[in-house]
């Protein structure tokens, strides 16, 4: 069970998935009525959840260029 949670394709889905939470989360926070800061919170958070599903996708081919350039 404990690699299911570490399998890259759960990463892959859960990061996306984070991304549209957060997104309707602000949109519909958003057609409620919000001020500067909300807004600026808002675009702060998907900001956020749009950097981590690209770490998700981007870390695996860092983390194994890195481990090649050692080998060598």
Known sequence: ?????????????????????????????????????QWASGGIAVLGSISVAVMVRVWPAVTAEVGKRRAD
């Open 1 to 37: 069970m404990p690699n299911l949670f570490r399998s890259f394709s759960v990463a892959e889905w859960a990061s996306a998935a984070l991304v549209v939470l957060a997104s309707l989360i602000v949109g519909y926070e958003a057609s409620l009525g919000m001020s500067a800061q």
